[in-house]
T-cell receptor, first 119, second 115 residues
Framework: DQQVKQNSPSLSVQEGRISILNCDYT??????FLWYKKYPAEGPTFLIS?????DKNEDGRFTVFLNKSAKHLSLHIVPSQPGDSAVYFC??????????????????FGKGTTLSVSS | GAGVSQSPSNKVTEKGKDVELRCDPI?????LYWYRQSLGQGLEFLIY????????KSGLPSDRFSAERTGGSVSTLTIQRTQQEDSAVYLC?????????????FGNGTRLTVT
């Protein structure tokens, strides 16, 4: 069963417009969430994160929103640029205080959404 | 400084052979993860090492898969009696701790092809 779901495999947006990437999770033990970006033939790179005690975190053109009651988060990119074209992965984990084990849960990724920004 | 290093970058092997994939994490990082990405799929969690805690092996797909982390540093992922469905990019990642402020740093992966 997938604990982290990205239901849209792809998204196409025009340059300058907003890109919204969505993610849902099922494990209530998750208490922090991250977005990673991946270019072909490279490993994923960290983009932005959010703790469950917040509902929004912003970093430049990137904003992550968290709705705990809905177990849903989203990444907003505005304005979108052609260089943003990549696969975006949502990830979630439980912190060291989780009862599963002292070290916390493993970081679980969704299947990714391929974003294409056209100029 | 140096990032996460994985070797080999590409590996082609015959079905039934054993393979070993190596990961050199960033020095001082206590957490180490293995993931794999099959064609058209997302990142599938395999195994997670955190300091001296027992590894979380819950993602290993079968008993043909095993991993070790020696001296809290280098890790080796071993796949015995490889099958064609094992073909994927195997990604290693490390972080200083686990938690919000310790994002994972990924290597570029090992592309495994089983013929």
């Amino acid at each position: 069963d997938q604990q982290v779901k990205q239901n849209s495999p792809s998204l196409s947006v025009q340059e300058g417009r907003i890109s919204i990437l969505n993610c849902d999770y099922t494990n209530s033990m998750f208490d922090y969430f991250l977005w990673y970006k991946k270019y072909p033939a490279e490993g994923p790179t960290f983009l932005i994160s959010i703790s469950s005690i917040k509902d929004k975190n912003e970093d430049g053109r990137f904003t992550v929103f968290l709705n705990k009651s809905a177990k849903h988060l989203s990444l907003h990119i505005v304005p979108s640029q052609p260089g943003d074209s990549a696969v975006y992965f949502c990830a979630a984990a439980g912190g060291p205080s989780s009862i599963r084990n002292q070290a916390g849960t493993a970081l679980i990724f969704g299947k990714g959404t391929t974003l294409s920004v056209s100029s | 400084g140096a990032g996460v290093s994985q070797s080999p970058s590409n590996k082609v092997t015959e079905k039934g052979k054993d393979v070993e994939l190596r990961c050199d994490p960033i020095s001082g990082h206590t957490a180490l993860y293995w993931y794999r990405q099959s064609l058209g799929q997302g990142l599938e969690f395999l195994i997670y090492f955190q300091g001296n805690s027992a590894p979380d092996k819950s993602g290993l797909p079968s008993d043909r898969f095993s991993a070790e982390r020696t001296g809290g540093s280098v890790s080796t992922l071993t796949i015995q009696r490889t099958q064609q469905e094992d073909s994927a990019v195997y990604l290693c990642a490390s972080s200083f701790l686990t938690g919000l402020n310790s994002p994972l740093h990924f290597g570029n992966g090992t592309r495994l092809t089983v013929t």
